[in-house]
């Protein structure tokens, strides 16, 4: 997919109806804290400034989105109610189209977030949800990984996630690891994902690896 058809496809993606999804139960929509994403779904996106600047993908976002619910299911699904699973998989999707994160840092990402959930302070932090946690996990990822990632001003416009929400929870996270956010720390899990992609690719679309 090209840029310029990712920037079309999330055009026309409804918009979500809560920002949703903080990981604890009962699920009471009056205790969400995040912004209604009105204004990062009308009128086509980001910052155009953003857009221009991306890379081509090496992922079609759309795979990308389906292989992180199916293969991290067990760990979102109960923080996911039925009536947003869908609206949640197109947020996924529309922020991996708008920002674009490289491949590496997105196995990077899914390693941290995966040790988010079985981490209580990061889980029941009053700002914790599973939108919140996945745009914290790949924000970090793409700092550590990439030469000239994305600020978290850029990230909040296009998940309309608040600024202070992602400082806050990036800052807890790094304390909760002892700042250990290096890929070399997280290896394993980085290579175990890879294989998982991978797989799920020759499996599920059936592409030649």
């Given at each position: 997919?090209?840029?310029?058809q990712a920037?079309?496809s999330?055009s026309?993606?409804?918009?979500?109806?809560?920002?949703?999804?903080?990981?604890?139960?009962?699920?009471?929509?009056?205790?969400?804290?995040?912004?209604y994403?009105e204004d990062?779904?009308?009128?086509?996106?980001?910052?155009?400034?953003?857009?221009?600047?991306?890379?081509s993908?090496?992922?079609?976002?759309?795979?990308?989105t389906?292989?992180?619910?199916?293969?991290?299911s067990?760990?979102?699904?109960?923080?996911?109610?039925?009536?947003?699973?869908?609206p949640?998989?197109?947020?996924?999707a529309?922020?991996?189209?708008?920002?674009?994160?490289?491949?590496?840092?997105?196995?990077?990402?899914?390693?941290?977030?995966?040790?988010m959930?079985?981490?209580?302070?990061?889980?029941?932090?009053?700002?914790?949800?599973?939108?919140?946690?996945l745009?914290?996990a790949l924000?970090l990822?793409e700092?550590?990984?990439?030469?000239?990632?994305?600020s978290?001003?850029?990230?909040?416009?296009?998940t309309?996630?608040p600024?202070?929400?992602?400082?806050?929870?990036?800052?807890?996270?790094?304390?909760?690891?002892?700042?250990?956010?290096?890929?070399?720390s997280?290896?394993?899990?980085?290579?175990?994902?890879?294989?998982?992609?991978?797989?799920?690719l020759?499996?599920?679309?059936?592409?030649?690896?």
């Amino acid at each position: 997919m090209t840029t310029s058809q990712a920037s079309r496809s999330v055009s026309t993606m409804p918009r979500l109806p809560s920002s949703m999804l903080r990981p604890q139960s009962p699920f009471v929509i009056d205790e969400l804290t995040h912004f209604y994403p009105e204004d990062a779904m009308n009128g086509g996106g980001p910052s155009q400034a953003y857009t221009l600047a991306q890379p081509s993908f090496a992922y079609d976002p759309q795979d990308m989105t389906y292989f992180i619910r199916e293969c991290m299911s067990e760990i979102i699904d109960p923080h996911v109610p039925d009536d947003y699973d869908e609206p949640f998989n197109r947020w996924i999707a529309y922020m991996l189209a708008c920002m674009q994160p490289e491949l590496s840092s997105i196995m990077l990402a899914l390693s941290y977030y995966e040790s988010m959930f079985s981490s209580e302070r990061m889980r029941v932090h009053e700002v914790a949800a599973a939108d919140s946690l996945l745009a914290t996990a790949l924000i970090l990822a793409e700092k550590v990984l990439r030469d000239c990632p994305w600020s978290n001003a850029a990230w909040s416009e296009v998940t309309t996630i608040p600024r202070r929400t992602l400082r806050e929870l990036e800052e807890l996270w790094c304390e909760e690891v002892g700042w250990r956010v290096q890929p070399f720390s997280w290896q394993r899990q980085m290579d175990e994902w890879s294989e998982d992609w991978r797989a799920w690719l020759e499996e599920d679309v059936g592409m030649d690896m």
